[in-house]
Each structure stands twice: as structure tokens, then as C-alpha cells.
T-cell receptor, first 114, second 112 residues
Framework: DGGITQSPKYLFRKEGQNVTLSCEQN?????MYWYRQDPGQGLRLIYY???????QKGDIAEGYSVSREKKESFPLTVTSAQKNPTAFYLC?????????????FGAGTRLSVL | GESVGLHLPTLSVQEGDNSIINCAYS??????FIWYKQESGKGPQFIID?????DKRQGQRVTVLLNKTVKHLSLQIAATQPGDSAVYFC???????????FGTGTKLQVIP
């Protein structure tokens, strides 16, 4: 089955700790995205990548870092600099060369602070 | 600034009735729109999309209407079922996915 796989489903972070959220896709999409979802708010863009080895900051990139070494993978690290990391994190992908084919999401990772 | 908003935060409908969920967008350059369904604790699920050169598109039990003049789109769900209970939100896309804006969502509650 083609899709986007996020892991883990639940993650707990201790104060001062960096944690990494995994996102893998087998849709052969060039673009990948990380969004943060908080209750009562729309999705907010953290980082996005249009191609391998390239990524751009979104609206709320502070305290986060990413890498895009492979087309299929776009891991997100929540660093200790992110003071309010508790949220639902969603990874997505799209095929920018073919507008009209949608943006697809993974099942999400819920991050909580211990 | 750019925004994508929904007119009603919560919508309650009787099972079997039709549901209409609305979305307003502000960026006139938006040329592609998507509706998503998100169940509690899950990722958003693609429901239906529409390009700006269309004003209506139908799927299975769902219809999306686009009014570019007033920058408004709606999602109609026919014969609403308990399994339709979820949060629905729209996305407005411009510049070939360069700019994607999501609405905050409408919670649809289906009353058995």
C-alpha cells in the first residue's frame, strides 16, 4: 500500500532532550512537509522540502530541525529550544509537478512533555 | 493577511440528513482546494478536491462547490451517517503547492 508512515504514534520528551519524529513515504512524492496541530487551531507549517537535500523554514520553525537525505524520508527533530512542544505533529507529502493530485498526510505523532 | 476560515465551528445533524460545511478563503490566487476529514487522534484524510477552473465536483456522497467570486467553498455530505462524525477542514493552495493554508475545522456531530 502506498502511503505515509509516521513513527512513533506517541512520544514523550524530557526537559532538555531532543527527540526525532520519523516520516517515510512511498508515494514517490518530491515534496514533504511537517505541520503542527494544536487544539482549535489550523495546521501550522514547520518545515517543508521540495526536493532531496533542500528544505525551507515554515511559519514556526524555531526549535525544530529537519533533514532530507532521501526522497522517501523527512525526519523532524524537536530540540530543547522548543519550549512548548506538546502537540500533534503531522507529516505530509505532495507531487508539485502535478497539481491536482493532493496533499496526503500520515497518521500523526502525539508529542508530550514529561 | 491570508486566512482560510470556517463559518461554523460545530455542526449537528440528524442521521440521514444532508450536511453542508462552509469555508471562506482570502487569497484570490488560490487555484486548488482540498477538503479533509479528521477523526480524533488520526491524520487528516483526503476527501475531495477541486481546481479553480471548476465550480462543482462530485464524489461518493460528497459534493464540493466553489464560488470564486466570493471566495467560498462548501462541502456537502448526502445522507449523513454516524461514521461521518469528525472534524472537516479545507485547504487553499496557490503557486503549485508553494502556499498552502488550512482552515481551523468544523466538527460534524451526527445524531443517531
Amino acid at each position: 500500500d502506498g502511503g505515509i508512515t509516521q513513527s512513533p504514534k506517541y512520544l514523550f520528551r524530557k526537559e532538555g532532550q531532543n527527540v526525532t519524529l520519523s516520516c517515510e513515504q512511498n508515494l514517490n512524492h518530491d515534496a514533504m512537509y511537517w505541520y503542527r496541530q494544536d487544539p482549535g487551531q489550523g495546521l501550522r507549517l514547520i518545515y517543508y522540502s521540495q526536493i532531496v537535500n533542500d528544505f525551507q523554514k515554515g511559519d514556526i520553525a524555531e526549535g525544530y530541525s529537519v533533514s532530507r537525505e532521501k526522497k522517501e524520508s523527512f525526519p523532524l527533530t524537536v530540540t530543547s529550544a522548543q519550549k512548548n512542544p506538546t502537540a500533534f505533529y503531522l507529516c505530509a507529502s505532495s507531487n508539485p509537478a502535478n497539481l491536482g493530485t493532493g496533499i496526503y498526510f500520515g497518521a500523526g505523532t502525539r508529542l508530550s512533555v514529561l | 493577511g491570508e486566512s482560510v476560515g470556517l463559518h461554523l465551528p460545530t455542526l449537528s445533524v440528524q442521521e440521514g440528513d444532508n450536511s453542508i460545511i462552509n469555508c471562506a478563503y482570502s487569497n484570490s490566487a488560490s487555484d486548488y482546494f482540498i477538503w479533509y476529514k479528521q477523526e480524533s487522534g488520526k491524520g487528516p484524510q483526503f476527501i475531495i478536491d477541486i481546481r479553480s477552473n471548476m465550480d462543482k465536483r462530485q464524489g461518493q456522497r460528497v459534493t464540493v462547490l466553489l464560488n470564486k467570486t466570493v471566495k467560498h467553498l462548501s462541502l456537502q455530505i448526502a445522507a449523513t451517517q454516524p461514521g461521518d462524525s469528525a472534524v472537516y477542514f479545507c485547504a487553499a493552495i496557490s503557486g503549485g503547492y508553494q502556499k498552502v493554508t488550512f482552515g481551523t475545522g468544523t466538527k460534524l456531530q451526527v445524531i443517531p
